[in-house]
């Protein structure tokens, strides 16, 4: 079928009442993901040694008992879904959804998101809210992406995230979602996890992909076709320093990252009153998500390390196809910036910042 995109409203001459709401949109995202979490700790530890004491111990104690729920269904709210604010959130970059398949509800799919950028924007918009009216856009499907498991012990974030459809990216949790008896379920993984963030600058189309098959073992199991999608301008969406691996600033990443399981990136965005300063403002850059089609997958409940191997390298194919269609429609990087032809090649070292040049760019993978 012909490519169908999401329609963004167009909107020529924004009102200042109108730019600061999309400010706002974009604002309450990034608050909600880096300040909520830490601030809810401080403020349990803090009513702890108050009379509002009994709070903290009864809330700890729900989080205790409700310790099943993000793996076993969560709480899935349709009105989180559909809060204004995500169109708004949206229109700021703008973030466009681009369908190039039908994909019938009979079945279950396996979504593989790319890249992770530094914050997800793409994928969180597009499955997580309907700011680009996936229901509408994909009927009868059921969109659930996957997350670091770690973060659903963090007291109010965990219950905030679960609204929207987040869940462990646990193989307990995904296939209690492949394994229910409605179909139409849709598991989003970002691929590249919070490894590939190491590797996020502006222009760079680096993935964390050769070494990672989980995803291809679950679809085997549950016979879920597997889907490709590209997020267009996610790495744009903040300007940041990348290290080599080997040097002592790259073995500090990873090692924080073992230590806490959150990744440790020098990032910055724009300033909240100024466009020139700097801030945690992500950059109005666009940002286009293209949806890939389907690759049949059998089922099997234990898959051979060579069917993992052989989809894994179906899927690697059908990505590079996916990018190499609509990089140039899609794409956001200006024109002379471009990048040598690698996917599936692996690399020693981060790559270095696009070169100029008129070619488009081209994807390469890292692991």
């Known amino acids: 079928?012909?490519?169908?995109?999401?329609?963004?409203?167009?909107?020529?001459?924004?009102?200042?009442?109108?730019?600061?709401?999309?400010?706002?949109?974009?604002?309450?995202?990034?608050?909600?993901?880096?300040?909520?979490?830490?601030?809810?700790?401080?403020?349990?530890?803090?009513?702890?040694?108050?009379?509002?004491?009994?709070?903290?111990?009864?809330?700890?104690?729900?989080?205790?008992?409700?310790?099943?729920?993000?793996?076993?269904?969560?709480?899935?709210?349709?009105?989180?879904?559909?809060?204004?604010?995500?169109?708004?959130?949206?229109?700021?970059?703008?973030?466009?959804?681009?369908?190039?398949?039908?994909?019938?509800?009979?079945?279950?799919?396996?979504?593989?998101?790319?890249?992770?950028?530094?914050?997800?924007?793409?994928?969180?918009?597009?499955?997580?809210?309907?700011?680009?009216?996936?229901?509408?856009?994909?009927?009868?499907?059921?969109?659930?992406?996957?997350?670091?498991?770690?973060?659903?012990?963090?007291?109010?974030?965990?219950?905030?995230?679960?609204?929207?459809?987040?869940?462990?990216?646990?193989?307990?949790?995904?296939?209690?979602?492949?394994?229910?008896?409605?179909?139409?379920?849709?598991?989003?993984?970002?691929?590249?996890?919070?490894?590939?963030?190491?590797?996020?600058?502006?222009?760079?189309?680096?993935?964390?992909?050769?070494?990672?098959?989980?995803?291809?073992?679950l679809a085997l199991r549950h016979g879920a076709p597997l889907v490709p999608v590209y997020s267009f301008g996610e790495n744009d969406s903040f300007k940041s320093k990348t290290f080599a691996k080997g040097s002592w600033q790259y073995l500090c990443q990873v090692t924080y990252k073992k230590v806490t399981g959150l990744p440790l990136c020098f990032c910055w965005g724009r300033g909240l009153f100024s466009p020139n300063s700097w801030g945690l403002l992500p950059l109005p850059m666009p940002i286009t998500t293209v949806v890939g089609g389907p690759i049949p997958v059998p089922q099997c409940s234990s898959p051979s390390q060579e069917q993992v191997d052989h989809y894994h390298r179906l899927y690697m194919d059908a990505l590079e196809r996916l990018f190499e269609e609509h990089k140039e429609s899609c794409g956001s990087l200006p024109p002379p910036a471009s990048l040598p032809l690698g996917l599936a090649r692996p690399l020693h070292s981060a790559p270095e910042p696009p070169a100029l040049g008129p070619q488009a760019p081209a994807l390469t993978s890292l692991q």
């Open 1 to 217: 079928m012909a490519d169908s995109t999401s329609s963004v409203p167009p909107c020529p001459v924004k009102t200042l009442k109108k730019q600061w709401l999309e400010v706002l949109g974009a604002m309450h995202y990034v608050l909600a993901f880096v300040v909520l979490g830490p601030f809810s700790i401080v403020l349990l530890l803090f009513l702890l040694f108050t009379r509002l004491w009994s709070l903290s111990v009864f809330y700890m104690l729900w989080i205790y008992l409700d310790r099943d729920t993000p793996s076993q269904g969560g709480r899935r709210c349709e009105w989180t879904r559909h809060w204004r604010i995500w169109k708004y959130q949206r229109d700021y970059f703008p973030i466009k959804l681009v369908k190039t398949a039908e994909l019938p509800p009979s079945q279950n799919y396996v979504l593989g998101a790319h890249p992770h950028g530094i914050m997800s924007t793409a994928p969180f918009c597009n499955f997580l809210t309907e700011c680009n009216d996936f229901s509408q856009r994909f009927p009868g499907l059921q969109p659930w992406v996957a997350t670091l498991a770690g973060i659903f012990y963090v007291p109010v974030f965990r219950d905030y995230i679960m609204l929207s459809g987040l869940r462990p990216a646990s193989r307990h949790s995904l296939d209690f979602v492949l394994s229910q008896p409605q179909r139409g379920q849709v598991v989003v993984i970002v691929i590249g996890g919070v490894q590939e963030s190491l590797y996020t600058a502006p222009g760079r189309h680096c993935l964390e992909l050769l070494n990672r098959k989980g995803f291809v073992r």
